[in-house]
């Protein structure tokens, strides 16, 4: 699925099941909580933190997913094609970082 049609199936899925969007403050806090929750499993299984056991059944990509579908809400009400912004910000950080990354000790 391309962005452009994941962008067009959520826009379906929103206004045949889910009614209508929220508004954009609250897919923004709504986004912001769903980061946190990719958060805390990553802090848990990949960090220093122990994982509770409450949170070993929780599905990493199902979380990341549920991040994606919130921001393509936000796209799709404020008029943004993240197929477009995605390619302009692929060029961005090529030109920015054509030899910055290869040239950080840190990352040798």
Known sequence: MTLREAQDTVDA???TIG??????LT???????EVGEVARIIARRYGEQSEKESD???DLGD??????WV?????????????????????????????????NEKLR
């Open 13 to 15: 899925w929103i206004k």
């Open 19 to 24: 009614v209508r969007y929220f508004n954009e």
């Open 27 to 33: 897919n923004m806090a709504m986004l912001s909580e």
């Open 56 to 58: 070993k059944d929780k």
């Open 63 to 68: 979380e990341m997913a549920d991040v994606l």
């Open 71 to 103: 921001l393509i809400c936000l796209a799709n009400q404020t008029g943004v094609d993240l197929t477009a912004a995605f390619q302009k910000n692929l060029e961005k950080k090529t030109s920015r970082d054509a030899s910055r990354h290869l040239e």
